[in-house]
């Protein structure tokens, strides 16, 4: 039987996800009908509430959790990779990577 996670550990993954989804709010604020000195202080409150969530979560999830899902959102991994794909068994997949290579 699989174990269940905490609650805490539950309420600090998703203050970390969180996080992330604030700063869509930071390119949306310029265009938003305020004065400039009331952008720059949404911005400014959006980047503060996300670090104040982020570490908020990191600190109820753990370390090791944050650090899973902040690689799941680094760019440098999100292609597949290669070497993965080259050790399956389909031969049909291999065959279609090799004729679009060609």
């Known amino acids: 039987m699989k ?7 539950r309420i600090g993954i998703g203050l970390i996800i969180a996080s992330f989804v604030v700063w869509v709010a930071v390119p949306i604020a310029p265009f938003l009908p305020f004065s400039a000195a009331v952008k720059a202080t949404i911005v400014a409150a959006v ?6 969530m982020f570490w908020l979560g990191v600190l109820l999830a753990g370390k090791e959790a944050a650090m ?6 680094n760019p440098k991994h999100w292609r597949i990779n290669r ?7 389909d031969v049909k997949q291999k065959e279609e990577r090799l004729e679009e290579t060609q």
């Open 47 to 52: 980047i503060a509430a996300a670090e104040v």
């Open 68 to 73: 899973k899902l902040k690689g799941y959102w």
């Open 83 to 89: 070497q993965r794909l080259d050790q399956t068994n």
């Open 3 to 9: 174990q269940e996670k905490p609650v805490l550990y």
